[in-house]
């Protein structure tokens, strides 16, 4: 199949990658729309797995005020090089991210980082739910794995879908960043602050 350039240009604008990897990508899937973006995700995964031992030391602190003045954000965003920090995707993302933060309200921005305690509770109100509705033993943990998953999906920053996209999550939108940049990205810490709270 011929890829015409106003494919590439559909797969650029849909995904934000670089003209040269729409247009490979467009020809590894036979012009199927659908099958480049997957390879592209994909592609920004590997990437982002072969850079994520790198040190991110330099980077930016990006606030964000929600209207009203009532609720906060703020974060920190590491990167490899002070010349990434300066990049319009990488403060928009730092942007995207902390006004996530302000909408969501997540416990942690991994699982690895959500407390052990609270998983075990977790865990234990949704096995009592199974049990109390009659479910048989056996089911009851695959019901756990699938409801403790669901909540890791809620509560950590990475794993929750964008405000602005539910299609992408936030680990997408970050590993788009990575392959897109070059350089490995992190979300460090964050705090967020609201009035009366």
């Not at 012009?31 to 982002?48: I, S, T, Y």
């Not at 995207?96 to 997540?106: D, E, G, S």
């Amino acid at each position: 199949m011929k890829i015409t350039a106003q494919m590439v240009k559909e797969l650029r604008d849909k995904t934000n990658s670089g003209m040269m990897d729409c247009k490979k990508a467009l020809g590894e899937t036979e012009g199927n729309m659908e099958k480049a973006v997957d390879f592209l995700r994909q592609k920004g995964l590997a990437v982002a797995a072969k850079r994520a031992d790198r040190a991110t030391s330099e980077g930016i602190i990006q606030t964000y005020i929600h209207a009203g003045g009532k609720l906060g954000v703020m974060l920190e965003v590491g990167c490899e090089t002070d010349f990434v920090a300066k990049t319009d995707s990488f403060i928009e993302f730092a942007n995207n991210v902390a006004m996530q933060l302000a909408a969501t309200n997540p416990i942690s921005i991994k699982r690895e980082d959500v407390p052990e305690e609270m998983i075990n509770r977790e865990k234990e109100i949704y096995k009592k739910q199974a049990l109390d509705s009659g479910k048989p033993e056996n089911i009851v943990e695959k019901i756990v794995e699938g409801k403790i998953n669901k909540f890791f999906s809620e509560v950590c920053l990475m794993e929750q879908k964008f405000v602005k996209d539910p299609d992408k999550s936030i680990q997408d939108l970050l590993n788009e960043l990575i392959a897109s940049l070059g350089e490995n990205i992190s979300v460090k810490r964050f705090a967020r602050f609201q009035v009366g709270a």
